[in-house]
C-alpha cells in the first residue's frame, strides 16, 4: 500500500535551514508529480512546493527563493531544503503525489525568533 514517511523537521531559529525528506512506498515515484504541502496552526494545509516527474518545479509566493524541491526516483524519495526560515515556516509538513489520498504523519517545523 502507498507509504510517505517525511522526517527532518525540528526547532530551528529564524534564518536557518532545515532538509526534509520523504521517503515513499507503494508506488511508482518516477511517474508521479510530488508535492510539499504546510499545514500552519489554524489555517488549511496548502501546497509550498512542487516538482513533476521531469523535474519541473514551482513554489508557493511565500517561499520563492528559500525553498527548493527535489527527487531522487532511484531512491524513492522527495526532499525539501528550507533555508532563511521565517517565523510564518511553522507548521506540519507533509508531501504527496498530485491527487493522493494518502497522507503521512508529517513532520514538525518550528521556527523561533
Known amino acids: 500500500q502507498v507509504q510517505l514517511v517525511e522526517s527532518g523537521g525540528g526547532m530551528v531559529q529564524a534564518g536557518g535551514s532545515l532538509r526534509l525528506s520523504c521517503v515513499t512506498s507503494?508506488?511508482?515515484?518516477?511517474?508521479?508529480?510530488m508535492g510539499w504541502y504546510r499545514q500552519a496552526p489554524g489555517k488549511q494545509r496548502e501546497l509550498v512546493a512542487h516538482v513533476t516527474s521531469y523535474d519541473a518545479t514551482k513554489y508557493a509566493d511565500s517561499v520563492k527563493g528559500r525553498f527548493t524541491i527535489s527527487r531522487d526516483d532511484a531512491q524513492n524519495t522527495v526532499y525539501l531544503q528550507m533555508s532563511r526560515l521565517k517565523l510564518e515556516d511553522t507548521g506540519v509538513y507533509y508531501c504527496?503525489?498530485?491527487?493522493?489520498?494518502?497522507w503521512g504523519q508529517g513532520t514538525q517545523v518550528t521556527v523561533s525568533s
Open positions: 507503494g508506488f511508482i515515484l518516477s511517474i508521479y508529480n
Open positions: 504527496n503525489r498530485d491527487g493522493g489520498e494518502t
